[in-house]
């Protein structure tokens, strides 16, 4: 979960001094992080970047940054983030046109896989690590993207900077907490940069996260609303939220994690890919945008989901590649053996369906899977509900299972299951 942090500016100024002493105090006999192994320094031509991907999806993306990024250079690749070198320029790779298969892009500032090793398990060390940081290239890089801003290496009290800490994994090899993270890092910048820190309305967001030993800080690279509240202004258009017949309806899968899955599902040229409960359409639309020459069937019995989904396609896909159609993914109007692909984000008891209706619904569902696939076809499927899905698949021997894939979806672990049509 992320939890985010406001410095006021009077608290800034009233403890600015007090901060600077003790640290000038603590420099004496707290040893101050090295950032030396982690590649600070860039190559000439070359920008360092960072990308927050899903947890499980990082194969996936990395495949991405092989084809988009000119002259890749892959530098670290941890647990739900890859840190690389570029030629291409930040406008390139963000925003509508830019990556698609991860989070976040951001200019690279830090990373560590082991926390203690590095002397950051304490937060008074985690003080001291933006003293210890290379500045010059990550602030070169973000003003690349925003180059009407204001200088933020010389006017650096025109600049204003908020810090988001994210705190995440089981275990963890220190006890402060996302907010610890946020405060004790965002003074840290403050003291070091003299950027004034704010809420809304900030230049720069610079994204700190902990999972289990491994730390890692960027600085967002993104076209983004910054008068809007954190959580609202990390989303970018592709995170749909559509008001939909029944009000506003969000949803919980990530575009990026949408996109990911029509790439795992290999499509080609011809393709007839279906998504049976789509939702809001993310899935389908991701792949539509993605694969303009494969055609896409985005299909639900929820009536507002479907009014959203609409919309979604009307504001987002400028192909003719894609429709929608409400049906009972139980009794599905397609003939035998019409589709190539099919990928969904299945009810697994949480917002939708229950376990005792889901383990009626798996098995009929898999059966009209069966039906409708081409030989050969395949099933990309998402889910929660591991033993439901597995006593399901052992039902359906048409169906062989070419492998499992935890990863991280709207907060859940979850597992992909790959299958495909036996002839």
Not at 131 to 157: C, F, G, I, N, V
Not at 227 to 235: D, I, N, P, T
């Amino acid at each position: 979960f992320i939890l985010e942090l406001f410095f006021s500016n009077l608290q800034m100024e009233g403890s600015l001094k007090r901060e600077r002493n003790d640290d000038e105090e603590g420099e004496r006999t707290v040893k101050r992080p090295s950032t030396e192994p982690h590649g600070s320094t860039t190559s000439p031509g070359l920008y360092h970047y960072l990308a927050q991907i899903g947890k499980g999806w990082e194969e996936a993306s990395r495949e991405e940054l092989e084809e988009v990024c000119e002259d890749f250079q892959q530098v670290w690749l941890g647990v739900g983030a890859i840190s690389f070198m570029s030629s291409s320029p930040p406008s390139k790779l963000v925003g509508k046109n830019g990556l698609k298969s991860v989070e976040r892009v951001m200019a690279y500032l830090y990373h560590t896989e082991n926390l203690e090793e590095e002397g950051l398990g304490e937060l008074e060390k985690l003080k001291l690590l933006p003293h210890s940081l290379q500045w010059s290239e990550p602030t070169r890089t973000w003003q690349a993207l925003y180059p009407d801003r204001p200088d933020a290496t010389t006017a650096k009290e025109a600049i204003f900077f908020r810090v988001t800490g994210e705190r995440v994994g089981k275990d963890m090899a220190h006890s402060f907490s996302s907010m610890d993270l946020a405060r004790e890092f965002g003074s840290g910048v403050n003291n070091t940069m003299f950027w004034k820190a704010k809420m809304r309305g900030y230049d720069i967001e610079i994204i700190v996260n902990a999972y289990n030993t491994q730390l890692w800080s960027g600085i967002v690279l993104r076209d983004y609303d910054s008068g809007m509240k954190s959580k609202a202004a990390m989303q970018c258009y592709r995170n749909k939220t559509e008001k939909g017949a029944g009000g506003w309806m969000n949803t919980s899968l990530n575009a990026s994690t949408a996109y990911n899955l029509n790439r795992l599902a290999r499509i080609q040229p011809g393709d007839f890919v279906l998504d049976p409960m789509a939702g809001l359409g993310t899935i389908p639309i991701e792949g539509a945008i993605a694969y303009p020459e494969a055609y896409f069937l985005a299909a639900d019995y929820n009536l507002p989901a479907l009014s959203g989904c609409l919309t979604n396609i009307k504001n987002h896909v400028t192909t003719n590649n894609i429709d929608v159609i409400r049906w009972d993914v139980r009794e599905l109007p397609l003939r035998d053996g019409t589709v190539d692909i099919i990928i969904s984000d299945l009810p697994f008891g949480h917002k939708h369906g229950t376990h005792k209706s889901n383990s009626k619904l798996y098995p009929t569902m898999l059966k009209e899977f069966i039906r409708i696939l081409k030989p050969g076809g395949k099933c990309l499927l998402l889910t929660l509900a591991k033993n439901l899905m597995v006593k399901a698949i052992e039902s359906r021997p048409q169906l062989a299972l070419q492998k499992t894939q935890d990863v991280y979806v709207g907060g859940f672990e979850v597992t992909l299951y790959h299958l495909q049509k036996t002839n």
